[in-house]
């Protein structure tokens, strides 16, 4: 809408010239109004991919090992958390390489990764969010987060600007989002799961639950994340997300009497 716009002005002002250099204009605003301040210039994303992919699973190696050592358990978790989301063969080798990286890299290590992670990403508060849920998503992949698991993460999340109450709920979040896989509801505390699912209670009002619901939906919309950077064979968390949230959503309306 603003490159049409912004072409317009430009032409009464400045003629063909000026047309041209309103649309580029309004193509990047509209461009930030879609996929955020860092998705402006596409040609950027290969860029924010790589560093993506990389301090995704260096990050995860070093919270497999968290503990001290890394299990079998773990080792196989991840590689089934590598085959879950279909990735490609190259990037395959890059997240194992990564992976077999982080395991072995002190915290001086990781702090530079994170420094080049946010020269490259920090501008997109979505990205930073998805580097946040994929650990989480890691770290619950046997269904418990211990606690040297938790400490690693929450550590990620204050460095990415998460308070620790904010941490918090994030976790039990993504952890309430999981109850709303395909498989649906199951359990008779699924009313209070799907509240938690979406940061909410009880208390919450009819607007504010649709509020909230539609921002979560925008925060995890496929084509908005990988507008952002977010490689294509890494965004099948975020639509099972986006899919479980919507599940908890459709389970309040029933409940609520369709809000």
């Known amino acids: 809408?603003?490159?049409?716009?912004?072409?317009?002005?430009?032409?009464?002002?400045?003629g063909l010239f000026g047309a041209f250099l309103g649309y580029c204009i309004g193509s990047s605003i509209d461009r930030a109004r879609v996929y955020g301040i860092g998705g402006v210039n596409p040609l950027?994303?290969?860029?924010?991919?790589k560093v993506f992919l990389e301090t995704t699973f260096v990050l995860m190696g070093?919270?497999?090992?968290?503990?001290?050592?890394i299990s079998k358990d773990?080792?196989?978790h991840t590689e089934e958390f590598i085959r879950k989301i279909g990735m490609t063969e190259p990037h395959r080798q890059v997240a194992i390489q990564q992976f077999k990286r982080g395991a072995d890299a002190s915290d001086d290590e990781i702090s530079s990764i994170l420094d080049v992670f946010f020269q490259v990403c920090g501008q997109t508060s979505q990205l930073k969010q998805a580097l946040l849920m994929?650990?989480?998503?890691?770290?619950l992949a046997d269904n418990n987060l211990d606690l040297s698991e938790e400490k690693f993460i929450e550590k990620i999340?204050?460095?990415?600007?998460?308070?620790?109450?904010e941490f918090k709920?994030?976790?039990?979040?993504?952890?309430?989002?999981?109850?709303?896989?395909?498989?649906?509801p199951t359990?008779?505390?699924s009313i209070a799961d799907a509240y938690k699912a979406l940061g909410l209670t009880s208390e919450s009002t009819d607007q504010e639950i649709k509020k909230t619901y539609r921002k979560l939906m925008s925060q995890n919309h496929p084509d908005k994340l990988m507008g952002q950077g977010l490689p294509e064979d890494m965004i099948k968390v975020a639509t099972e997300r986006s899919q479980e949230i919507q599940a908890a959503y459709d389970y309040l309306k029933k409940h609520r009497n369709e809000i």
Not at 1 to 14: N, S, V
Not at 62 to 69: E, F, I, P, T, V
Not at 134 to 139: E, F, G, K, R
């Open 44 to 49: 950027g994303n290969p860029r924010r991919q």
């Open 134 to 139: 994929y650990l989480i998503v890691m770290a």
């Open 157 to 165: 999340a204050i460095r990415l600007g998460y308070s620790q109450t």
């Open 62 to 69: 070093k919270l497999a090992k968290a503990d001290g050592h």
């Open 169 to 184: 709920n994030f976790v039990e979040m993504i952890l309430n989002q999981s109850h709303f896989s395909e498989n649906g």
């Open 187 to 189: 359990s008779e505390s």
């Open 74 to 76: 773990e080792i196989n």
């Open 1 to 14: 809408m603003y490159k049409f716009i912004f072409a317009l002005l430009g032409f009464q002002l400045l």
